[in-house]
Structures are given as C-alpha cells and as structure tokens.
C-alpha cells in the first residue's frame, strides 16, 4: 500500500510541469488525482484509484474498487453551481459499472458552503445488469469545519459496498490537511467497534 501511494503521489506531481507549459489549457480543464487506502477488520484492505477531469459544464470520472471489489466505473456528469454568501455545487451524473458487479448508475455529486462549513454528499444508485437483488443504493455524506484554511474536521456516514462490515450504515469522523495542491486525508468508521480505517492522498490541479 505504501508503495501505490507513493506512485500515485508522484503521478499526481507530474501535471504540474505540464500546466506551466501550457496555462491556457490549464484555465480550460481542471483535474483531482487520488488515491483511498481502506484498513477493514476481518476482510481484505482495499485500494481505490479516484481520477476526475472538469471542464466547465462537463464532468468525467473514472473510479476503481468503489461501487464493489475489482469493479471499475466511468461517468458523465452536468455541473450546476450557483449562490454568493451560500455557495452550491451539483453535478447530476450517470455512469456505466464493469468487472466483479456489471449495470448501470444513476447519481450525483453535491456541494453546499457557508462560511467555514462544508456538506458533502455523493449518492449512486447501481442497477446490476446480473442479478437484480444486488442492486443497492451507495451514499457518502460528510460534514466539516475548516478553523484554519489547511485543515477541516468533521463527521461522516457512509453506505458501500467495497467492503464489508457487520453495519449497513458506517458513521465516524475525519480530518484532512491541505498543502498547496495536494491534500491528505483520514477517516475513522465505527469507532466503538473494530473501527474500519481510510486513508488517502489527493491532488487538485
């Protein structure tokens, strides 16, 4: 694991050189590269790979090992933002799911800022192409603070199927530090049991 993450970082690190060789189609796209290190009790640790490209109004996402084990996805999305003192983002989306699990995803990606507070929430509704009683509706809901602008704490819930664990729906807390473009993060799900860890390791560009 500690090897992909130190791979992943120096992908990451790479776009940088290329975006002072060329700011126009900088200013035209922008991109977020990371990498979601999951420690489960009892059952395998899981790697994620997260890679979104923006464009304006258009929205492109390729995940790995996120809606289940050895499942890749691919999605489209519209992005909404609008507000001044209330700032929201939305980007409605649709994506297609191959590998372990094979169908289709309705979701969303959803934003909302207000002073030093942000609500996240990203939803999916996977329809499975195999066996209709797996399919299942995945969300990811997270609630913080920034009391300094490097640093947001907060609380979190999540509903997945990556991974298995004796709750349906996994609450807990996280803490994420930001360092130029790069940002590190840490989640702790079911802290009064076997508590299920997350790491990862992300850069916006």
């Known amino acids: 694991m500690r090897l992909s993450f130190i791979m ?3 992908a990451c690190l790479l ?3 290329a975006r002072a060789q060329d700011s126009t189609n900088a200013r035209a796209w922008a991109f977020d590269a990371s990498l979601w290190g999951y420690i489960v009790p009892d059952d395998d640790d899981v790697l994620s790979p997260i890679f979104i490209a923006d464009r304006h109004w258009l929205h492109l996402e390729g995940r790995y090992n996120y809606e289940a084990p050895k499942t890749g996805s691919a999605w489209f999305g519209y992005n909404f ?3 001044s003192a209330v700032t929201v983002d939305i980007t409605p989306m649709v994506g297609a799911v191959i590998g372990g699990l094979t169908g289709a995803a309705p979701g969303y990606e959803l934003s909302i800022d207000w002073w ?3 609500l996240a929430n990203d939803g999916e509704y996977v329809f499975d192409f195999g066996d209709r009683e797996n399919d299942f509706f995945y969300v990811w809901s997270q609630l913080g603070i920034s009391p ?3 640093l947001q ?3 979190s819930v999540q509903r997945t199927r990556a991974y298995q664990t004796e709750r349906d729906i996994q609450r807990g ?3 994420e530090v930001t360092w130029r473009s790069l940002y590190f993060s840490t989640f702790v799900f079911n802290p009064d049991d076997p508590p299920t860890v997350i790491l990862a390791i992300g850069a916006s560009f």
């Open 8 to 10: 992943l970082l120096g």
């Open 15 to 17: 776009p940088t050189v």
């Open 81 to 83: 933002s609008f507000g």
């Open 116 to 118: 030093k507070l942000n």
């Open 148 to 150: 300094v602008d490097w």
């Open 153 to 155: 704490l907060g609380v």
């Open 173 to 175: 807390f996280f803490a």
